[in-house]
C-alpha cells in the first residue's frame, strides 16, 4: 500500500490500473470498520478495462494510523479529508464510489465542493436521516465511548461472532474471515484508533445528512444507484428515494445482493462504474 500525508493525519490507500489510463479515475469510500481492501475484486476489474482506481482506508475503525488528535472526525470532516486526498493526488472528474456508510461520506463531499467529482456511483447506503437504519443505529450506540467499544468490540475475535447477525453477517453473503479479522484488528489492539472511531461515532446525526439531502440536485453529474435487494437494513425503497434526490439518477436493483454489493457482485458493480464513466452529465433547464 501507498501512504500520503493530509492535514488530517497519513492515510494508506491501494492503487489498481494503468497509471497512464485516460479513464476518469475511480476513488472509492467504505463503510465504518472496513477499510479499502473490501474493492478489491471490484479495482481488478476496472484495472482489466484500463480503469485506475483508489481504496483509501478512511478513518472508520479499521485504518492502521491515527489521525492528529484535532482532526476534525465529524461526518462532515471526514468528507473534507475525502476532499483533501483529491487534492493532493490531483484527482479530476471522479468517478466517486460510496457503500453503507461511505454513501453517507460522498454526499457530505457533494455538499461541501463536488467541483472535482464527475459522477457517482452509490450502492445500498445512509440517506436521509436513515444514519445509520436498524440494527446498526443500536450497534453503534453500543461503541460510541472509548471503554465501551474496547469491551464490545471483543466476541468480534471469534469468526462464528463476527459472522453473525450481531457483527458482520447481515453485510454479505459470503464473508473471509482473514479479511474480517483484519478489519477490526486496529480497533482491538489501539487506543488511539478506538478514539477516532468513536469520535466519529458520537458525531453522527441523522439531521445533519437529511439537511444534505435537500442539497443533492445541485449535483450536474451522472449517478448511478445500484442496490441490492436482499439487504436488511437499506430497503430498496430508500433506494429509490434516493435516486429522485438526484437531478440526473438511474436506479439498479441486484437480485440477492445485500448491502456490501462489492463483494457479492464485484463484476457486476465494476460493469456500472464503467458504464457510467461515459455518461454525460444532465444540462441545466
Not at 456508510?101 to 454526499?107: D, E, I, N, R
Not at 457530505?108 to 452509490?122: E, N, P, S
Not at 484508533?193 to 445541485?218: E, G, N, Q, W, Y
Amino acid at each position: 500500500m501507498t501512504t500520503i500525508d493530509l492535514p488530517q493525519g497519513t492515510v494508506s490507500y491501494r492503487v489498481a490500473g494503468p497509471e497512464n489510463s485516460t479513464a476518469p479515475p475511480v476513488v472509492f469510500v467504505h463503510a465504518f470498520l472496513v477499510d479499502g481492501s473490501a474493492w478489491s475484486a471490484v479495482a481488478d476489474h476496472l484495472a482489466e478495462q484500463g480503469i485506475r482506481s483508489y481504496a483509501p482506508d478512511w478513518p472508520l475503525g479499521a485504518h492502521r494510523t491515527p489521525l492528529r488528535a484535532d482532526a476534525d472526525q465529524s461526518p462532515r470532516g471526514v468528507a473534507r479529508q475525502i476532499l483533501a486526498f483529491l487534492e493532493a493526488l490531483d484527482l479530476r472528474d471522479v468517478t466517486l464510489v460510496g457503500n453503507d456508510t461511505g454513501g453517507a461520506l460522498s454526499q457530505f463531499l457533494l455538499d461541501i465542493d463536488a467541483d472535482r467529482i464527475g459522477r457517482l456511483v452509490l450502492t445500498n447506503c445512509d440517506a436521509f436521516d436513515t444514519f445509520p437504519p436498524f440494527p446498526y443505529n443500536i450497534i453503534f450506540r453500543l461503541l460510541r465511548g472509548e471503554l465501551l467499544m474496547r469491551l464490545n468490540m471483543q466476541p468480534m475475535r471469534l469468526r462464528a461472532f463476527r459472522h453473525s447477525p450481531l457483527g458482520l453477517g447481515l453485510l454479505a453473503n459470503e464473508l473471509d474471515p482473514v479479511q474480517t479479522r483484519a478489519w477490526i484488528e486496529p480497533s482491538l489492539r489501539s487506543k488511539e484508533i478506538r478514539r477516532d472511531a468513536v469520535r466519529f461515532l458520537r458525531a453522527i446525526d441523522p439531521k445533519d445528512l437529511l439537511d444534505v439531502s435537500t442539497r443533492l440536485k445541485d449535483f450536474t453529474g451522472p449517478v448511478r444507484i445500484v442496490w441490492g435487494t436482499a439487504d436488511r437494513a437499506f430497503k430498496p425503497a430508500l433506494g429509490r428515494r434516493l435516486q429522485r434526490a438526484f437531478r440526473d439518477a438511474s436506479f439498479v436493483e441486484i437480485p440477492g445482493v445485500r448491502t456490501f454489493v462489492h463483494l457479492d457482485a464485484p463484476t457486476v458493480l465494476a460493469e456500472h462504474i464503467v458504464a457510467l464513466s461515459s455518461a454525460q452529465p444532465a444540462q441545466d433547464s
